[in-house]
T-cell receptor, first 113, second 111 residues
Framework: AQSVAQPEDQVNVAEGNPLTVKCTYS??????LFWYVQYPNRGLQFLLK??????LVKGSYGFEAEFNKSQTSFHLKKPSALVSDSALYFC???????????FGTGTRLQVFP | DADVTQTPRNRITKTGKRIMLECSQT?????MYWYRQDPGLGLRLIYY???????NKGEISDGYSVSRQAQAKFSLSLESAIPNQTALYFC??????????FGEGSRLTVL
């Protein structure tokens, strides 16, 4: 069975500092991994994905994520946080041979001025 | 105009009532999904559809039904709503490269 864990309910970071939002996954076979962001009263927006290839994936708004197969992790990172990055972030996984995208419980990112 | 449109955006109803949430898309995607979002639980998959003839149950399909009337339309029904179906519901479409595109959500409250 597929599953995703986001161990932190909330991450707090000062503006200008680097940020990391953690995600680990469990899936049979090769994973397809995704990050989405949700701003208040909005639907989710796609940030980035890992399908194959380079373990470091770059996405929208300066975000990137690193796929680590041995640790089954796909942490979201940004070198310098902005107040406008404050939102709810979801990690999601899909096994290569299914159409079900399973989401984690979400991590609220708060960036303080 | 939004690519994925959900109606209604907000609905308050009573226990036992039948409710339909509608979703339409202009992205031309074949795959469509219904998720519900609950605080602390993230998003959970209710139903998904590959095309008008292919409907599949997700993680939490009990108490829900769906209809894929056309490639562009995918509706979610609650035949007899109950309070624990109070949630934020999202429709999404999927591009062939894997990304989902979400509607703005339908907030349902069952009293």
């Amino acid at each position: 069975a597929q599953s995703v864990a986001q161990p932190e309910d909330q991450v707090n970071v000062a503006e200008g500092n680097p940020l990391t939002v953690k995600c680990t996954y469990s899936v049979s076979g090769n994973p397809y991994l995704f990050w989405y962001v949700q701003y208040p009263n909005r639907g989710l927006q796609f940030l980035l994905k890992y399908i194959t290839g380079d373990n470091l994936v770059k996405g929208s708004y300066g975000f990137e994520a690193e796929f680590n197969k041995s640790q089954t992790s796909f942490h979201l990172k940004k070198p310098s946080a902005l107040v406008s990055d404050s939102a709810l972030y979801f990690c999601a996984v899909r096994a290569y041979n299914t159409d079900k995208l399973i989401f984690g419980t979400g991590t609220r990112l708060q960036v303080f001025p | 105009d939004a690519d994925v449109t959900q109606t209604p955006r907000n609905r308050i109803t009573k226990t036992g009532k039948r409710i339909m949430l509608e979703c339409s898309q202009t992205k031309g995607h074949d795959r469509m999904y219904w998720y519900r979002q609950d605080p602390g639980l993230g998003l959970r998959l209710i139903y998904y559809s590959f095309d008008v003839k292919d409907i599949n149950k997700g993680e939490i399909s009990d108490g829900y039904s769906v209809s894929r009337q056309a490639q562009a339309k995918f509706s979610l029904s609650l035949e007899s709503a109950i309070p624990n179906q109070t949630a934020l519901y999202f429709c999404a479409t999927r591009r062939n490269t894997g990304e989902l595109f979400f509607g703005e959500g339908s907030r349902l409250t069952v009293l």
